[in-house]
């Protein structure tokens, strides 16, 4: 599974419970393992669609300020954005894909979210994290719509 990059059919990613060496991946209709941390596969992910994990970071830093758990875009023509639950270097850490959430709601200290297709999970964040990071993300999706739009 070297070779397997992000894409539209992931709902999230973490570092494996079970394994630290491994992430979990859960797609829209399966779990695949590979071996891996975190960041160095989204980082892998960001130069398959073109661009470095640093400059799309810096890209939000410069545009909207978000400095703390920083949204990733991972592809601007395909509107692929991704969200940490924590800092990105937290065996914690979550990383959600924004473009996949139907919608989310509020149970005792874990945030249930409801994705596209069907598929429901218990994240342990808090849902004003979550909150933050969709209304993050929803401020990026607009401003690089309307870019798009320009060009």
């Not at 894409?7 to 071996?35: A, G, P, S």
């Not at 596969?41 to 994990?53: E, I, P, Q």
């Not at 509020?106 to 429901?120: C, L």
Request: net charge positive.
């Amino acid at each position: 599974m070297d070779s397997y990059i992000l894409n539209d059919n992931v709902l999230c990613f973490t570092q494996d419970v079970d394994n630290d060496k491994n992430i979990l991946i859960i797609e829209k209709n399966r779990r695949v393992i590979i071996e891996c941390n975190c960041l160095k596969f989204l980082k892998k992910s960001c130069k398959f669609y073109g661009h470095s994990y640093n400059l799309q970071r810096q890209f939000i830093i410069e545009n909207f300020n978000y400095y703390i758990k920083t949204p990733i875009v991972l592809s601007k023509s395909n509107m692929i954005i991704f969200f940490p639950t924590t800092s990105p270097n937290s065996k914690e850490c979550i990383w959600i894909s924004y473009n996949n959430i139907d919608r989310y709601i509020k149970e005792n200290e874990y945030t249930k979210i409801y994705f596209k297709g069907g598929k429901v999970l218990k994240i342990s964040a808090s849902y004003t994290t979550i909150d933050s990071q969709i209304t993050k993300c929803i401020k990026i999706e607009k401003y690089l719509n309307l870019k798009l739009k320009i060009l």
